[in-house]
């Protein structure tokens, strides 16, 4: 995608990272300053509450920001009795994890620098008649003021760097651009995205070092400016907010997206079939985890995504053992969606993306293996790549048991990564996606499932519960692209994609163009 | 003036200051003179409770201490001690200003008592009003905390060993300084230190502690000639001792 494409995403990105990030540290010193302050005053808890937050800085932060989902969707159900609503992704989950995040540097520098205060200065201000208020605003704070800044200064840095990976929690961010950009081979998206928060880091970090000498030189200019150019950022981000809220009255359909190239172009293809046919406007979730997106839609969060039949029903469905055919599959998903979610399977668009076992045609073809029995007796001496979700996944273990499969090494990766590794021989086997592009254009050849251990893979559309109720022509214009798109299509429209860096937009619009006059 | 009926510190059990009993006349300067853990800087710091008594009774003009709050208190006490304190991140004016701002006085009425105490201090106003402590001597920076506890025009002034990190000459300039200033004042004075000689230049009285205890309370001229007991006199004995050798090296330098 050309560059003027990019950075006419950028202040849209670099908004909602500048409000994520802002929120984050604004809560981050209301919730760490008076912890830290009340931990000098209570000498015996500061190991404890020093000991928590350094826990929490251990975790890591994906894990930390993917954690707060099933976190606030408990709470979310535990406050629905109140009457209080709560969305378990987006925004919310991001600050509440980078608050956390924030805590630690400010925490342990606002109590280091109070006890750092010297002993002899403490017992003049109690000498000059200061209450322990006076003490702590007059004496404490401004001598502790450089250190606990210190410690800001590391917390703004962290947040805007980790702000980056809120994207598959739902939280729109400049990391849609590198998480986007990772999976469809689009690396100016992933420097502009990479670029842009290192520079809201440094400026930021900048600010704050601007108002923290400032303070320590009681200088009113440096103050001035960086108050209010801090002043000014808080302005924008939520000025930016009050015209969202004002100009979503009639909230947008709302389509979600996994983390993979063909999931960005059906988004675009609904979100553009969705307009077309009802004028409604529309708003991309891109970029969510696996799970995250299924109760982001079970919970009314987005509306309409497209999952796969055989992921259904083997991570929420967990069902076990041999699948049946692909219609029988369909059917069974389609009623335990309805009976046990509401959610609505609107219809199969005509493709199959399963995983498959893909190895180098080459080798393929010399070791004379077409199907996944054939790779079995050889697999000992082979390594196999998969994506990061594939080895913890029931067909994965099925596979093991059923083929008896064991490989030498088994390698989990960013998918994109995936097939570079396996094109370049540092692997043997990967868990290709049957649609992938890549498969035709690295000359991949896919195994056969001959035993049937792979459920059928179905893309299909599925509708929140809400969706239907409030917006049965949404549900219409989507109905009518079942069956619409066959194998030989998606694998095209990947490859203009991955390999021919056509944006998923493009490449939607054209499909749909060609649909119209078919 | 100051009365002190009883006092007693326990620390666990341990007694530091042990039922003590004295006196301090208006405008008096009583020293309270004694080797380090005799108590007497815990016997000072409970006077305007910066140390809060397991026992016994101060009162300051009559009035129990106990009727005000700590902070109440020390703001109509001034204090000052080795260490001085000042404010690195105040100057000279805010760092001596400081009480009278804790009770609200006008910032006019700050800035003329300042100038008036760096006067009295002899530093002069103009050139030191708006340096950083960091920028002072030891000797002007404990000018600067005797100022500073003076501020709010105490009636009584507390001073724990503030001459003891001074080299001799600056000392002695101090001494004399503080002898001034409490005559002009009228300042009612607790001096603690461990220094003989400074005890006897200084104090009207001087109350000699040990193990928490009064050991004597008595006039310089008193502790010289009539020594309570062993202890007394050995400790009267040093400064005996200094001033006749220096007189003998006059002599000899005169003959």
Known sequence: ????????????????????????????????????????????????????????QTIPSLALLALMVPLLAGLAGLLSGLGVELRSIGFLPAVAALTLYSVLPILRNTV???????????????????????????????????????????????????????????????????????QTRNFTAVLVGSIASAGLAIGLDALVRTLERGLVERSRVRIGLAAG???????????????????????????????????????????QQVSRWTGLETRAVQSLGSTVVFDALRSGEIDVYVDYSGTIYATIMKREGLPGDRARVLEEVRQYLADEHGVLLVGALGFENTYALAMRGRDA???????????????????????????????????????????????AMDSALMYQAIAAGEVDVISAYSTDGRIASLGLALLRDDRGVVPPYDAIVLASPGLARRHPEVVEALEALAGRIDEPTMQQMNGAVDEHGLAPAEVARRFLEGLRFR | ???????????????????????????????????????????????????EPSAGVVRIGGRDTRELSGPELRRGVGYGFQQVGLFPHMSVAENVGVTPSLLGWSPDRIRSRVDQLLALVQLEPAAFRDRAPSALSGGEQQRVGIARALAAEPGVLLLDEPFGALDPLTRDHLQQALIRIRRELSLTVVFVTHDMVEALLLGDRIAVLRDGGLAQLGTPGELLQSPADEGVAELMATPRRHAGIVDSLLADADG
């Open chain 1, 112 to 182: 280091t620098g109070i006890a750092g205060v010297d002993a002899a200065l403490i017992e003049a201000a109690r000498g000059v008649g200061m209450t322990d208020r006076q003490r702590l605003l007059r004496v404490e704070l401004p001598l502790a003021l450089p250190v606990i800044v210190a410690g800001l200064r590391t917390a703004t840095v962290w947040v805007v760097g980790t702000a980056t990976l809120a994207t598959p929690v739902g939280a729109t961010s400049l990391g849609n651009y590198i998480f986007s950009g990772l």
């Open chain 1, 229 to 271: 150019f801090l002043a000014l950022l808080c302005a924008l981000a939520l000025g930016a907010q009050l015209v969202r809220v004002a100009s979503s009255a009639q909230r947008p359909i709302a389509i979600g997206a996994k983390t993979f190239t063909e999931q960005y172009i059906l988004a675009e293809i609904l979100a």
């Open chain 1, 365 to 411: 073809r010399e070791r004379r293996v077409g199907d996944i029995s054939g790779l079995v007796p050889l697999a000992p001496g082979l390594e196999i790549g998969g994506d990061y979700e594939f080895f913890v996944r029931a067909e994965w273990q099925a596979l093991e048991s059923v083929y008896g499969l064991r490989f030498r090494a088994q390698r």
């Open chain 2, 1 to 51: 003036m100051i009365e002190v009926e009883g006092l007693t510190k326990r620390y666990d059990g341990r007694v530091v200051v042990d039922d003590l009993s004295f006196e301090v006349g208006a405008g008096e300067l009583l020293v309270l003179l004694g080797g380090s853990g005799c108590g007497k800087t815990t016997t000072l710091k409970m006077i305007n409770r910066l140390i």
């Open chain 1, 1 to 56: 995608m050309p560059m003027a494409d990019e950075l006419a995403l950028l202040p849209g990105y670099a908004i909602a990272h500048l409000q994520l990030s802002l929120m984050a540290i604004g809560l981050g010193v209301a919730i760490s300053v008076p912890t830290g302050i009340w931990v000098t005053r209570n000498a015996r808890l500061e190991p404890a509450v020093l000991g928590a937050a350094s826990v929490l």
